[in-house]
């Protein structure tokens, strides 16, 4: 018996007040902004991994992490867990690596968005279009 390999991988939306935080990868299409995510690392919590990737990728801290739901991923075998959080504290310090620009955003001001099959535009989704 074989049983496939997967790499689960978080994603979290971190809001503040009325405000969403989303950035933008370099691999992304020029405009498209998302949530956060990162791949979790061997003997790490997903909690954890939660925590490391904003404080890694944006120098944020957060608190009231929940989970939202999951999506089966096969590109390759990839298990996208999503999350909410909320901002704790620190300023926006991009690591201009995995990121390459983020910004608190409102309803009113939303960037280019990811696709409505995504975990990363449901997360969006439910934030932007509550009830």
């Known amino acids: 018996v074989s049983y496939p390999r997967v790499s ?17 990868s370099p691999r992304f299409a020029p405009g498209v902004f998302s949530v956060l995510a ?10 954890q ?3 490391r990737e904003v404080r890694e990728e944006v120098g944020l801290e957060i608190a009231d992490l929940r989970y939202f739901t999951s999506q089966p ?17 620190g300023e926006l310090a991009i690591d201009g690596v995995e990121i390459i ?9 939303l960037p280019a968005l990811p ?11 439910d934030w932007r279009l509550p009830g």
Request: glycine share 8%; hydrophobic share 50%.
């Open 8 to 24: 689960p991988a978080i994603m979290v939306r971190v809001t503040r007040g009325e405000a969403i935080l989303l950035a933008r």
């Open 38 to 47: 990162g791949f979790v690392d061997a003997g790490e919590s997903l909690e």
């Open 49 to 51: 991994t939660v925590r």
């Open 73 to 89: 991923w096969p590109f390759p075998h990839s298990l996208m867990i999503g999350y909410t959080a909320e901002w704790a504290g």
């Open 101 to 109: 620009e983020a910004a608190w955003f409102t309803r009113e001001t």
């Open 115 to 125: 696709h409505a099959m995504s975990l990363s535009r449901r997360l969006i989704d």
